[in-house]
């Protein structure tokens, strides 16, 4: 996507807003009610929101019944994992590692082996290199974050107890995520209050972002099943090929392990991620050096820490996230100006 000369290879940090997303929003602004108002306007209100939870059930594999919607992936982490004692890898978001024990060891490609599912947590992908996992059955919980609507996935089919989601991640509004879980399993409320969302999250529901919520979720369900993402993933293997087959001390991270169709995670040892990020925005190019939530905290890939490579390696990623409305020629400029600031920096270093 180019905006005023500008390319956008940022789509893991969010992505852009989608038509349908934002015509749905539009349209819940001038439903005055409150979803737990009785009258005719806050059924109205109800009525957004429960058409919304379908289409996010829908596209996630899963019954109505069984989402529970809140602030975003991060909050529904807390609610899924907080004071449960469960055990995940270093790899996992610092939103679910935050409350675990982190007793798993990932493999040299980021793939982690689970040894007792019910009391462990293990990401459907990585946000910084793209390596999907394979889930265990009876898994306690699993960040479905950034596989959601890239790859396919059924939750009721998965064995998964709770996963979690974020609407922005798949073309929705920031701020809105929901959380997703077995049908009979107890899950107490950490924000008390009224009884919205059957006592799993007191608050006023978010109509607004809900509604494109729901939107962006059929959409992006639609669109993985017309195959949108294999000619981007025919894109990402062009620039991996580009940018670490012919550079010579760039490393390809989780090659070797299945990806998410549209993310490359380079590792070129003593050139700073945040240096490589700066020069290509520069250039007119977004892209980042991991996680958007690790922003602005100057310090070494937690994620890349945890697969083995060092201090200065792991200081030295750039994440390129591509999407469906990404050219080829867009990943091509970019693959020319990275090549050419890798080749200065790399003659100043000696």
């Known amino acids: 996507m180019v905006k005023s000369g500008r390319v956008y290879l940022d789509w893991n940090a969010t992505t852009p807003l989608r038509a349908e997303a934002r015509a749905a929003m539009i349209a819940a602004m001038d439903v005055a009610g409150n979803p737990s108002s009785v009258h005719a306007e806050g059924r109205a209100a109800k009525a957004l929101v429960e058409r919304a939870r379908a289409q996010v059930a829908a596209a996630l594999g899963a019954e109505a019944a069984d989402i529970v919607f809140v602030s975003g992936a991060t909050e529904a982490a807390a609610l899924a994992c907080a004071g449960r004692g469960l055990v995940c890898a270093g790899v996992e978001h610092e939103a679910v590692s935050a409350w675990c024990d982190e007793g798993l060891v990932p493999d040299a490609d980021g793939r982690v082996a689970v040894a007792e599912p019910a009391r462990s947590t293990l990401q459907l992908a990585n946000s910084e290199t793209g390596v999907v996992q394979d889930l265990p059955e009876g898994l306690a919980v699993s960040d479905l974050t950034q596989g959601f609507g890239k790859i396919p996935f059924a939750f009721d089919w998965s064995g998964v107890a709770m996963g979690f989601v974020s609407a922005h991640k798949l073309g929705g509004p920031k701020g809105v995520g929901a959380l997703v879980l077995r049908r009979g399993l107890d899950l107490a409320a950490q924000l008390k209050g009224g009884g ?7 608050g006023t529901e978010n109509l607004i972002g809900i509604a494109g919520f729901g939107a962006a979720a059929e959409a992006a369900a639609r669109d993985l099943a017309d195959g949108v993402w294999e000619p981007v993933a025919r894109l990402r293997n062009i620039l991996d090929a580009a940018l670490s087959g012919g550079q010579s001390g760039t490393i390809s991270v989780g090659h070797a392990a299945r ?13 700073k991620g945040e240096t490589q990020v700066m020069r290509m925005d520069l250039a007119g190019f977004a892209v980042s050096a991991g996680s958007a939530c690790s922003s602005g905290k100057v310090r070494a890939s937690r994620v890349l820490r945890a697969m083995g490579f060092d201090e200065v390696a792991a200081a030295s990623a750039l994440r390129i996230s591509i999407g469906p409305e990404t050219a080829e020629t867009d990943v091509m400029r970019f693959a020319e100006a990275w090549a050419a600031a890798r080749a200065s920096a790399l003659a100043r270093m000696g």
């Open 259 to 271: 990806r998410l169709p549209n993310t490359l995670c380079l590792v070129t040892p003593g050139w």
């Open 196 to 202: 919205q969302e059957m006592g799993r999250r007191a």
